[in-house]
């Protein structure tokens, strides 16, 4: 009797018990790498001679430029948007100031880290002679064919050059675009009668 009972009992739990086991996987995953992108670099040189009376080279002084945040502004206005284009540019040159460096922020109105220098014989600012820009990479436009030659009739000091859309000698009107510090040894002086000749040559690449 007993081992009928047991009997029935291990067939009752072998009839009655279901182990199932399902495992459903799903994985996706979407790796997105896909980077487009461009750098435009705009540099600068400023290359200055000055002579003197008789035509003999005293100094000659080349730095790179600083193209301040409205000169930034004007580039990106003129070629995407409605902003007109600026024709003439015109050359100028500045002295010691508080600190005798441009700065980014700086505009024809405010310049604290330079003072220009108007001790020249020329009515105006020099006008840039620029030629039109190449097609190769970097793009270039310069005026080295026709240099901005600066008269000076007094003695002064001369820190570095700039460009701007404005001609009034000491002016504070009108887009500065770029300036450039004259590097090592510095400041130079120049006395009356000795002529600065002005190169720019701007890239874009």
């Not at 435009?40 to 600083?66: F, M, P």
């Not at 002679?129 to 008269?151: E, G, M, R, Y």
């Not at 500065?176 to 701007?202: C, E, K, M, Q």
Request: charged letters at 15%; one cysteine or more.
């Amino acid at each position: 009797m007993r081992i009928t009972r047991l009997y029935e009992l291990i067939k009752g739990v072998i009839m009655t018990i279901e182990k199932t086991k399902a495992t459903d996987t799903v994985s996706s995953g979407l790796t997105c790498n896909t980077k487009a992108g461009e750098a435009a670099q705009a540099t600068g040189v400023y290359h200055i001679e000055c002579r003197d009376k008789d035509g003999n080279l005293k100094w000659t002084a080349e730095s790179k430029n600083l193209v301040v945040n409205v000169g930034l502004q004007y580039m990106a206005g003129s070629a995407l948007t409605s902003v007109s284009q600026i024709t003439t540019w015109y050359l100028g040159l500045y002295g010691a100031g508080a600190s005798n460096t441009p700065a980014a922020g700086d505009t024809m109105a405010s310049h604290a880290g330079w003072t220009e220098v108007t001790a020249y014989s020329n009515a105006n600012r020099v006008t840039a002679t620029l030629v039109t820009a190449t097609t190769a990479n970097p793009s270039v436009v310069t005026n080295t064919a026709s240099p901005a030659v600066f008269n000076i009739n007094g003695t002064t000091t001369v820190g570095g050059a700039f460009l701007t859309s404005e001609n009034t000698k000491g002016g504070t009107t009108g887009t500065l675009f770029s300036a450039a510090d004259f590097g090592s040894p510095g400041d130079r002086s120049v006395v009356n009668s000795d002529t600065l000749s002005v190169t720019y040559t701007f890239s874009l690449a």
